[in-house]
């Protein structure tokens, strides 16, 4: 079985702060790990996957996460919040085993002027 | 072009009706997917189809009926809608089943039941 868990509802950022979004994950097996995001009224869209190979995964608008197999996480970074950050973030896990996906329930990152 | 489409955006409705949520997607991919988010934006797979075979139905009420007439379509029938039912629904693809690929998301059908 898999799970996911993000911790933190809401992350509250100034602009041009840093944006830290966190994700730790359960799996029996190596898993695969997304992050998704989720403006107001629209579907989802992929930031950032890791599959194999390197631990540090870029992704879109200078997002980027690291997978940490000794401590189950795969948290999301950015460097500097831009206002067209505020959205809903999404972490996902999947194994090669797994037909679906298992989606945490999301944090909503709000960015303060 | 428009990868994965899903009509109508939003869809009121009284008790007790029937509806449809048309989903298209342009990607030639192989599986597709039916999710339901709630107000708390909690995601929950509903059904997913690969090559228009029924993978997995998850504990949905049977009045909730999908239909793939072929792979590039994922539709969704809701019979004797309750109050319940109301949230967004989210049609999405995926190359293959499960693994590492990612999922496309349609850009949802907000349904009201009043």
């Known amino acids: 079985a898999q799970s996911v868990t993000q911790l933190g509802s809401h992350v509250s950022v100034s602009e041009g702060a840093l944006v830290l979004l966190r994700c730790n994950y359960s799996?029996?097996?190596?898993?695969?790990l997304f992050w998704y995001v989720q403006y107001p009224n629209q579907g989802l869209q992929l930031l950032l996957k890791?599959?194999?190979?390197?631990?540090l995964v870029k992704g879109i608008n200078g997002f980027e996460a690291e997978f940490k197999k000794s401590e189950t996480s795969f948290h999301l970074t950015k460097p500097s919040a831009h206002m067209s950050d505020a959205a809903e973030y999404f972490c996902?896990?999947?194994?090669?085993?797994?037909?679906?996906?298992?989606f945490g329930r999301g944090t909503s990152l709000i960015v303060h002027p | 072009d428009t990868a994965v489409s899903q009509t109508p955006k939003y869809l009121v409705t009284q008790m007790g009706n029937d509806k449809s949520i048309k989903c298209e997607q342009n990607?030639?991919?192989?599986?597709m997917y039916w999710y339901k988010q709630d107000s708390k934006k909690f995601l929950k797979i509903m059904f997913s189809?690969?090559?228009?075979?029924?993978?997995i139905n998850e504990t949905v009420p049977n009045r909730f009926s999908p239909k793939s007439p072929d792979k590039a379509h994922l539709n969704l029938h809701i019979n004797s809608l309750e109050l319940g039912d109301s949230a967004v629904y989210f049609c999405?693809?995926?190359?293959?089943?499960?693994?590492?690929?990612?999922?496309?998301f349609g850009q949802g059908t907000r349904l009201t039941v009043v």
């Open positions: 999405a693809s995926s190359r293959q089943l499960g693994g590492n690929t990612e999922a496309f």
């Open positions: 799996s029996s097996v190596p898993p695969y």
């Open positions: 189809y690969n090559n228009k075979e029924l993978i």
């Open positions: 890791y599959t194999t190979g390197a631990t």
């Open positions: 990607l030639g991919h192989d599986t």
């Open positions: 996902a896990v999947s194994t090669g085993g797994s037909y679906i996906p298992t």
